[in-house]
């Protein structure tokens, strides 16, 4: 079945930008039928969605981090990535990669995620 | 941004007993409502989408109602492995938003 896997540093300086990349096996990310996502969660605090990437690359932020964000896509590898630049405290969150699918091309949800990996902002 | 509003924020209960949880939007989101539960340590699982479809392998004893801004999430007799944090989220439109989660305690 499709699995994905977060990778990148569990520890950024302050001022540094954050590369995350996911990994997806057993399935294509190209199949073009979902968006690919990614979403944050400090600790003991809710979900903040980052944004997302189609197949073909085209991409939605989340006004919040759009300056600071970008979300690209590796089709020959399978994977697609987070940078983050000029990171802060308020960055420190475990970061999970997402499949956003729909059953019927309407209604959208997050049906697949990773794992999860913390990334602690701290010199 | 939609916001998206939980209540409770946590709930003690019993095994057996029925638990309702509700989310309100900001703004009318039709039945663009998703339901969320998340144990501690791990990602977050689909439960409820489109406001009242039960994601395939999910017991029936959960349920979502609701449209426009007032949506709900009942299970009917909780067990054990539901104790958790659940959370709504609004994929009407970008930038989607979760509530603030519920907590859900013995």
């Known amino acids: 079945q499709v699995q994905l896997q977060e990778s990148g540093p569990g520890l950024v300086k302050p001022s540094q930008t954050l590369s995350l990349t996911c990994t997806v096996s057993?399935?294509?990310?190209?199949?073009?039928?979902?968006?690919w996502t990614w979403i944050r969660q400090p600790a003991g605090k809710g979900l903040e969605w980052i944004g997302r990437?189609?197949?073909?690359?085209?991409?939605n932020y989340n006004p919040s981090l759009k300056s600071r964000v970008t979300i690209s896509v590796d089709a020959s590898k399978n994977q697609f990535s987070l940078n983050l630049s000029s990171m802060t405290a308020a960055d420190t969150a475990v970061y999970y990669c997402a499949r956003e699918g729909s059953i019927v091309g309407t209604y959208w949800y997050f049906d697949l995620w990773g794992r999860g990996t913390l990334v602690t902002v701290s010199s | 941004d939609i916001q998206m509003t939980q209540s409770p924020s946590s709930l003690s209960a019993s095994v057996g007993d029925r638990v309702t949880i509700t989310c309100r939007a900001g703004?009318?989101?039709?039945?663009?409502l998703n339901w969320y539960q998340q144990k501690l340590g791990k990602a977050p699982k689909v439960l409820i989408y489109a406001a009242s479809t039960l994601q395939s392998g999910v017991p029936s004893r959960f349920s979502g109602s609701g449209s426009g801004t007032d949506f709900t999430l009942t299970i009917s007799s909780l067990q054990p492995e539901d104790f958790a944090t659940y959370f709504c989220?609004?994929?009407?439109?970008?930038?989607?938003?979760f509530g603030q989660g519920t907590k859900l305690e013995i």
């Open positions: 057993g399935g294509s990310i190209s199949s073009g039928i979902y968006y």
């Open positions: 703004q009318t989101i039709s039945s663009y």
């Open positions: 989220q609004q994929s009407y439109s970008a930038p989607y938003t």
């Open positions: 990437i189609y197949a073909t690359g085209s991409t």
